[in-house]
């Protein structure tokens, strides 16, 4: 198909940011590869690019397995930072449990789990603090790509009774549960009514926009809640993710490498990460329709000390003081609102589960209005 030239504007009239991408003149296949679609078809969306920069299956930051996580890698998450943050959730999903009548066909669904560590960091501690959940407990992983699977295997050696994968989600009762899934979802670029395509000038990769009818412009990720309501039967969902609860500001993505914000999704295709902060109203309205309810929505801060202060004393408590003590510094980096404690926020949704038991600990301190 021949582009449709009189559509676009170059983005450089449009008073939006265009940088010169003079410095990014790679030549890896999968830049090849994107380069003669967009010389075949014309300008792309933004979800189209970033879903061959992420997944394409060879090339792709992540199907092709060269995402890295941590220290050593391109960026930190909350499992990142040490298994005190699998502890945590392992606490609440044990209540969940409790909850859903200790049933004993319940999992734990997580989607998302690159190289399987939160799943061993939950595994481990209900081995070693609720042996009666431990025996009633399933893990599914959720993974499309072979390579991670094959990374999750490895980490989860020790519980391969325990953990089964699935190439995507099928029926289950428990929770599903994932941290930065959303924000890795494809979306298209859509701001008042324009849309930011992804073109070439010569070899370099620019910008240019056109017109576009009233779209949703993270439908991927809205499709994923469908999905997951779709396949819940009874529990919860808890997302963990970056993101805001209203529209108005301009979107830009975040693409991290070796702990680097870069300026341009263009740089180090294929090498670099890509993001955009969640648009929680929406997933929140999707979830709603596909007869999911809100069963909570804070920051990370509330949300963690929530499960602390329930779940550090008492009979419940069993030894996450114990923990607690020796994770001092992981605990700071995930509570502390300059650090992740409010980069974060955390969606809880409930179905089937009656509503009079009243929010999970872990929303007790919840500070933003409940969706209910
Ligand atoms: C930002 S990483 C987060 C990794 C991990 N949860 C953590 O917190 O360290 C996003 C992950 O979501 C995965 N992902 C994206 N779409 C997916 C899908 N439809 N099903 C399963 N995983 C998916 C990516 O492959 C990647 O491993």
């Known amino acids: 198909m021949e582009a449709r030239r009189d559509w676009y504007i170059p983005v450089s009239s449009l008073d939006v940011e265009c940088r010169a991408l003079d410095l990014f003149q790679l030549n890896t296949p999968l830049v090849e590869s994107i380069r003669q679609t967009i010389r075949a078809q014309g300008p792309q969306s933004f979800a189209w690019f970033m879903q061959q920069a992420l997944y394409h299956p060879e090339h792709g930051y992540y199907a092709s397995g060269h995402c890295a996580i ?84 490895q980490t989860l050696e020790a519980f391969r009774d325990k953990v089964e994968w699935r190439e995507s989600l099928q029926p289950f009762k428990g929770v599903h549960f994932s941290n930065e899934l959303l924000d890795a979802i494809p979306v298209r670029l859509i701001s008042n009514g324009r849309e930011k395509l992804v073109g070439l000038d010569g070899d370099k990769f620019v910008f240019v926009e056109r017109s576009v009818d009233k779209t949703m412009f993270n439908q991927a990720a809205l499709e994923c809640v469908d999905q997951i309501a779709a396949n819940l039967q009874r529990g919860y969902v808890i997302a963990i993710d970056y993101g ?44 709603q329709a596909n007869g999911l309810r809100v069963a909570g929505f804070t920051d990370q801060h509330h949300f963690l000390t929530g499960i602390i202060s329930e779940f550090a004393s008492g009979d419940r408590g069993q030894s996450l003081l114990a923990d607690l003590g020796k994770a001092k510094r992981e605990l700071q980096t995930l509570l502390h609102p300059e650090m992740l404690g409010r980069a974060f926020q955390v969606l809880a949704l409930a179905k089937n589960v009656d509503v009079k038991v009243g929010p999970l600990a872990a929303f007790k301190f919840a500070r933003e209005p409940r969706f209910a």
Do not use: C
């Not at 050593?72 to 909850?99: C, H, M």
């Not at 975040?254 to 109203?281: C, K, Y």
């Open 70 to 153: 941590g220290r050593k890698g391109d960026y930190f998450t909350n499992v990142s930072i040490g298994p005190l943050f699998g502890q945590l959730l392992a606490t609440q999903f044990g209540e969940i449990w409790e909850r859903l009548g200790e049933i004993d066909d319940f999992l734990v669904v997580e989607q998302g789990a690159h190289d399987g560590q939160f799943a061993r960091d939950v595994l481990e501690f209900v081995q070693k603090r609720r042996r009666k959940f431990f025996d009633a407990l399933r893990y599914r992983i959720v993974e499309p790509f072979p390579i991670l699977q094959a990374r999750q295997r």
């Open 244 to 287: 805001r609860m209203d529209e108005d500001s301009q979107r830009s993505a975040q693409v991290r490498v070796q702990h680097r914000n870069l300026d341009s999704p263009f740089e180090q295709i294929g090498e670099a990460d890509i993001t955009m902060s969640v648009h929680w109203r929406s997933i929140i309205e999707r979830a």
